[in-house]
């Protein structure tokens, strides 16, 4: 079965700086792979979806990788800004979990003025 | 724009209540989707349907049902409301006929049974 992991569950960092999160599944026999935003008690925004057959994915300031060989995905998020505080969900959507989405559990952002 | 909306941002019921959410998108998807959201336990799927008239149980149906009788409406019910449903309810749609298209998600409803 499908486990999606993310870390850190939670990161603070100061307007401006460039940072990295993680996220990591145990099938690499995926379709593709979903970063979402969360803001707080609303629903999820589709950021970036990277298929199966690519490496990586840009828009704007934001840039998602994909190492199906490794299990992991990244996201880039360069010249961080306050309004970028939320939740980032990844999501991979695999053959053996029905075509359906497993969620990790998130990583929660704050960017301090 | 693909627009997904639930029918309530907040809802407050007692237990034994017969509890319905319901969920509309605008874009003619195929694909409709129920989750659940809790802490330390992530997005769980509880329905789904790809079609009119077609359901298909998630990970965690128990205690839910769902109707889909319009393509563009998909509901879920609580047909008696249990303290252990209290969560945030998230609903979400998608076009294909294999669900690898993205999924669009609604803003939420976030559900306390008393």
């Known amino acids: 079965k499908q486990e999606v992991t993310q870390i850190p569950a939670a990161l603070s960092v100061p307007e401006g700086e460039n940072l990295v999160l993680n996220c990591s599944f145990t099938d690499s026999a995926i379709y593709n792979l979903q970063w979402f935003r969360q803001d707080p008690g609303k629903g999820l925004t589709s950021l970036l979806l990277i298929q199966s057959s690519q490496r990586e994915q840009t828009s704007g300031r934001l840039n998602a990788s994909l190492d199906k060989s490794s299990g992991r995905s990244t996201l880039y998020i360069a010249a961080s800004q306050p309004g970028d505080s939320a939740t980032y969900l990844c999501?991979?959507?695999?053959?053996?979990?029905?075509?359906?989405?497993?969620f990790g559990g998130g990583t929660r952002l704050m960017v301090k003025p | 724009d693909v627009k997904v909306t639930q029918s309530s941002r907040y809802l407050v019921k007692r237990t034994g209540e017969k509890v319905f959410l319901e969920c509309v998108q605008d874009m003619d998807h195929e694909n409709m989707f129920w989750y659940r959201q809790d802490p330390g336990l992530g997005l769980r799927l509880i329905y789904f349907s790809y079609d009119v008239k077609m359901k298909e149980k998630g990970d965690i149906p128990e205690g839910y049902s769902v109707s889909r009788e319009k393509k563009e409406r998909f509901s879920l019910i609580l047909e008696s409301a249990s303290t252990n449903q209290t969560s945030m309810y998230l609903c979400?749609?998608?076009?294909?006929?294999?669900?690898?298209?993205?999924?669009?998600f609604g803003p939420g409803t976030r559900l306390t049974v008393l």
């Open positions: 999501a991979t959507l695999a053959w053996d979990a029905g075509n359906m989405l497993t």
């Open positions: 979400a749609s998608s076009s294909g006929q294999d669900f690898t298209d993205t999924q669009y």
